[in-house]
């Protein structure tokens, strides 16, 4: 997923692990997807779509 961002965006991306699940992607201070919002895993592309749109 940090290379798709890195090809579509030229961004790079940092993992920060955690417990419990969560799977969150924040793009300038603001969550842009939460696992624990929409029950899933972003698709393929999504991310990197998410992160252009901020």
């Known amino acids: 997923m940090a290379d798709e961002i890195k ?3 030229g961004l ?3 993992l920060i692990k ?3 699940g ?4 924040t793009a300038d201070g603001k969550l842009i997807f939460s696992k624990a919002n929409e029950f899933r895993f972003p ?3 999504e991310a990197a779509e998410l992160v252009k749109g901020v």
């Not at 969560?22 to 992607?25: A, L, N, S």
């Open 7 to 9: 090809e579509a965006t």
């Open 12 to 14: 790079d991306s940092e």
């Open 18 to 20: 955690s417990k419990g």
């Open 22 to 25: 969560v799977f969150d992607i």
């Open 43 to 45: 698709k393929d592309g």
